[in-house]
């Protein structure tokens, strides 16, 4: 009788444990980390649960969709940015890559042909206003129905202007207007002068 009792008791722990588990992985905001050090850091949401019901999509003030101005809204817990450079290839990173919950990239990078190297998915790409027209040339790769990536433009005031003149924000507009489906942000002009104001402070130079 005393081992009967003992197993149950053994039980009923066991099932409080999964249970505090389970509780702490679909509400507490990196339940990973605790984990990590059995598993390794590719230990995610992904292995065991889907928390995407759960994820807050926070609202990023310093960047507003074309043309509607919406503030951006996106949540990531593990990112890889992915530089352009060709030192990438080579270096079979691309499961890597792939494993993290967002992936940014730069300008019009390519990724067909390299996914070994540089993985499949975008999440976001980060694109400089000399790099639009790039982007352009292949409009229906970059913004077809198949991508659903975001882009995020940034360069200085007088190329996103609105009022008509602003070069780079109605070749923008017009791209948005033949596939309404594409996400396109533009950094605000409060944003850029602050990150104008990180790069001289970084660097010495202005940009």
Same mark, same amino acid.
């Given at each position: 009788?005393?081992?009967?009792?003992?197993?149950?008791?053994?039980?009923? *722990?066991?099932?409080?444990?999964?249970?505090? =588990?389970?509780?702490? +992985?679909?509400?507490?905001? $990196?339940?990973? =980390?605790?984990?990590?050090?059995?598993?390794?850091?590719?230990?995610?949401?992904?292995?065991? =649960?889907?928390?995407?019901? %759960? $994820?807050? =999509?926070? !609202?990023?003030?310093?960047?507003?969709?074309?043309?509607?101005?919406?503030?951006?809204?996106?949540?990531?817990?593990? &990112?890889?940015?992915? *530089?352009?450079?060709?030192? #990438?290839?080579?270096?079979?990173?691309?499961? /890597?890559?792939?494993?993290?919950?967002?992936?940014?990239? #730069?300008?019009?990078?390519?990724?067909?042909?390299?996914? %070994?190297?540089?993985?499949?998915?975008?999440?976001?790409?980060?694109?400089? %206003?000399?790099? +639009?027209?790039?982007?352009?040339?292949? !409009?229906?790769?970059?913004?077809?129905?198949?991508?659903?990536?975001?882009?995020? +433009?940034?360069?200085?005031?007088?190329?996103?202007?609105?009022?008509?003149?602003?070069?780079?924000?109605?070749?923008?507009?017009?791209?948005?207007? $033949?596939?309404?489906?594409?996400?396109?942000?533009?950094?605000? /002009? /409060?944003?850029?002068?602050? &990150?104008?104001?990180?790069? $001289?402070? /970084?660097?010495?130079?202005?940009?």
């Amino acid at each position: 009788m005393a081992w009967i009792g003992k197993k149950s008791v053994i039980a009923t *722990s066991l099932i409080a444990v999964v249970s505090l =588990f389970v509780v702490v +992985v679909n509400y507490s905001e $990196k339940p990973y =980390f605790l984990l990590e050090p059995v598993f390794g850091q590719t230990f995610s949401s992904h292995w065991m =649960f889907s928390r995407q019901t %759960h $994820k807050a =999509f926070k !609202p990023h003030l310093g960047y507003i969709s074309v043309p509607k101005q919406e503030p951006l809204k996106l949540h990531c817990e593990v &990112c890889s940015v992915v *530089s352009s450079s060709g030192q #990438m290839l080579g270096q079979a990173a691309g499961p /890597e890559i792939d494993r993290s919950s967002c992936i940014w990239r #730069m300008n019009n990078a390519p990724t067909r042909g390299f996914e %070994h190297d540089v993985g499949h998915r975008t999440t976001l790409r980060v694109v400089s %206003h000399t790099s +639009v027209p790039l982007l352009l040339q292949r !409009p229906q790769y970059f913004f077809g129905q198949a991508n659903d990536t975001v882009y995020v +433009v940034w360069g200085p005031l007088r190329n996103m202007r609105k009022d008509g003149k602003g070069i780079v924000y109605n070749m923008l507009r017009q791209a948005v207007e $033949k596939y309404p489906q594409a996400r396109i942000y533009l950094t605000t /002009e /409060e944003r850029m002068n602050y &990150c104008d104001m990180v790069f $001289k402070k /970084e660097t010495g130079k202005d940009r």
